[in-house]
């Protein structure tokens, strides 16, 4: 074996899609020494495959738009159990973001003005998505790695050397976070080519690793998606909050079998295209929950004026919130409405002309054209709900993006808990990931100013290093690929969109099984860029988040958001008052009841009183907020 | 519905490796990751290939399938006819790290070496103000995914390394053609150096990278052709090559 390798930073940032790489800039901008992990090469991370845009109340598309109106429809898709001064900060500060990317050198489409344009999207009272086309992430990550870049040439000019002060890390899997006395010290991990071993010490960690979607079965993830960054949080002593939900994007791709669970962007509908079953009916409008009535149009003629005319007409429901739109056609497929494939049409052909759908809808032209032969100008698609995004993740301080409990560690965009609540808005996360990566690096610098340094010892060196070897040293026969296709039928068929007491119960136990053998997975090869090796760690992360979200989805006792109960089919004004900590004991996750912070009054002022009333028991009303 | 296919994986690594022979299932619509993927599940757990988003976006899964130059996420198995062999090999022009897996930190290196977008000193953010028909020029070159195939297919680099060091290939010639069009970029003389110092003037426009391109971008025709152009126009150009000179205004607008 050779020796280790070790590297000092000030910063570790695991993760490199949006929200890692804004918050290197953030703390290379503040004088700090970073390191960029990604698990794949630099640029390719899961940001690329955001496609609608970026939402920001800049106001170029109607300036009745602010941060006010933002905010509302951010607590409203949530249904109001975000924590309201992330969902606050991030409506303020998402524009700044935006405007920021134009600086350096972000090329998004633009209003006959010359501003940047804004389009409709679902839950968004007013077209508010930054975008270019349909490949809006693509974008974004590239403007940031050219940012990066812009940043190693100017500590070239300065230092002599591109690298001196931000080393890109591609291709590395850090399996453990190091703690001294209590505090941040660094972490460990492995290449991903040679599998050899690589300590870096430093007394932050950013956690920036996007998704869990690879613990589902159908899922618009990429494989990075396994959730390392919350089952590391959980290791490292932090908590997870309300890992109950997650979010099925209502329209993933259906047929051919090889492509299930593709995204098709919210675009579609956003440019007008229209959700109809198998009889021809443009089944949303017998959709819109009460709590939305005065807000959607209930007859096809105003849904179409919309387009058109946004201020006197009322939205159509295609654009309703995504976990409204995923379980209407969820039922749709039950109610045997739906296509030969288990799906249910999406046609934009008969609303826009062939020219301006593969001008606005380039991207997804393209995917249905090349991957599924159908030809969105001409005919409608299939689609179904498939596994997008968790809206939960690691708890965090809403201003600096710590993680609670655990000094040094920061967690910024996916993997962060908190700010989207029960549902997620499209668009949001986009703006999500640049609001609050910024203040993870601002997080970071701000508690370096004040830190004592930790020295990694040797018995936590040689613990780390014995977890890397494990999985080729081992009598069992397990395999990894297989563990993990089991992991996904179960959380698929038992943690879904539609969930029950039993069937989470019988998830739970399946999950710990599991997990019980994955301690005898055995890895064939050697450690030069082996998949199976690699999967192994992945898995025993997907385990912990898969575990956790079961036990916080059994305790909740009723419907909301991305989260469905069959025994509980509504939502229970006193189950918003409620998050559910996981936190892990060493051997299981374990879930608790936290109460929710209360909103300041003047942002409860910023609502009717009767829509709130919707959401909020008689008492919290009466209070009106908190002074 | 599953029928079995004959496919031809390379195996091996710097040093040494070959053709090794396996029969896979594919199912209907399925692309040649698919059965790359499930030969790894079922019958080579580690066999090294890259991939991520499995839908032409993240530009990972570069490789050759028979021998050209292809996304393996986007390439249907439908496509070849059904007694073919489909053979996958690693892209040629990038050193092997293991079966299909490429050494492509040469384009990374590249991408520090092209100077930054640099916006005016005095623009403020938010007031930035371009027309659409002035930002496509761009966008069309924003679109790169960086699967370097167009770096694998160049002939100037494909079996030369020797010209790697002074060429930086068609993905930074977009690069430069972008921020050189961007309306925003005030940096100067952005032609001048992919001459002097990236290398243009070895690309003679075989067009093979704007062939092999999985997001269609004109590379040759809209990038390479007109920077080539107005790098030649000045520099035959004896009027213009005097104002240079004297004025010391950029030569290349």
Redesign the interface.
Known sequence: MSALERYKYDVLIIGAGGAGLRAAVEAREAGLSVAIICKSLFGKAHTVMAEGGAAAAMGNVNDSDNWMVHFRDTMRGGKFLNHYRMAELHAKESPDRIWELEMWGALFDRTSEGKISQRNFGGHEYPRLAHVGDRTGLELIRTMQQRIVALQQKDKRDHGDFESHIRVFAELTITEILKEDGIIAGAYGYWRESGSEVLFEAPTVVLATGGVGKAFKITSNSWEGTGDGHALALKAGANLVDMEFLQFHPTGMVWPPAVRGILVTESVRGEGGILTNTKGERFMFNYIPAVFKEMYADNEAEADRWYLDQNNNRRPPELLPRDEVARAINNEVKAGRGSEHGGVFLDVSKRLPAEVIKKRLPSMWHQFFELAGVDITKEPMEVGPTCHYVMGGVEVLPETAAAVGVPGLFAAGEVAGGMNGSNRLGGNSLSDLLVFGRRAGIGAAQYLKSVQRKVVSESTLSAAAERIAAPFNRTGGENSYSLHAELQDITHNLVGIIRTRTELQDAIEKIAEIRKRSQNVLVAGDRKFNPGFHLAFDLDNMLLVAESSAKSAIRREESRGGHTRDDFPNMDNKWRQVNHISSFDGTQVQVREQGLPTMPKELFDLFDVHELEKYMTPAEIAKGGSN | MARKINLRIWRG?AIDGGLKDVQVDV?????VL?VILRV???QI????????????????CSMEINGKPRLAC?T?VASFDESETITVTPMRAFPI???L?TD?SFN?KK??EI???E?PAD?K??E?????VD?ER??EF?????CFLCQDVCHVIRDHEENKKSFAGPRFFIRIAE?DM?P??ILKNRKQKAQEEHGLGMCNITKCCTEVCPEHIRITDNAIIPMKERVADVKYDPLLWLGSKIFKREGIV
């Open positions: 690594d199912n209907e619509g399925e692309v698919d790894q599940a079922t757990g580690d066999l090294a290939v890259r991939w991520n988003c499995k839908a032409g976006k993240c530009g990972s986007m249907q790290i293991k079966d897996v492509v990374y991408a520090m100077p930054a977008f916006p623009l953010p938010g930035a103000r371009m027309q659409q930002v761009s966008q924003r679109k790169c995914i960086e921020l961007h925003l970029d």
